[in-house]
């Protein structure tokens, strides 16, 4: 396997997904034949393999992260929606139970 040095930021991104001055490493084994892509699509795009690398990982945890809190809906969508959860029906037997049972992790041992 080859080795890569990447740059990345050591903070998490904020909500806003800014980037800071700050820069810490990232080291990743990958196959030969894996880095050999990387290499390969980074020329085609005018990148080095760091840019390439940062920059589909940022992209991809920034999707990530919006599919964890973000959803669009159309207005008939948003509409159902809304009414959903001002008319939600009541707890049933199941739900009632679980809700009067411990946590796993509150569980002693």
């Not at 700050?22 to 196959?31: A, D, F, P, Q, T």
């Not at 919006?66 to 159309?74: G, I």
């Amino acid at each position: 396997m080859a080795k890569l040095d990447i740059l990345a930021s050591q903070k998490p991104a904020t909500a806003s997904f800014g980037a800071n001055d700050s820069k810490g490493s990232i080291n990743l084994r990958v196959e030969t034949q894996t880095r050999q892509l990387i290499d390969d699509a980074a020329t085609v795009l005018g990148k080095t393999r760091t840019e390439f690398m940062v920059e589909a990982a940022r992209r991809q945890a920034i999707d990530v992260l919006l599919d964890q809190r973000l959803f669009v809906l159309d207005p008939e969508g948003y509409d159902a929606f809304l009414h959903a959860l001002d008319n939600a029906i009541a707890p049933g037997p199941k739900l009632r139970a679980l809700l009067r049972r411990s946590p796993a992790w509150q569980k002693q041992a």
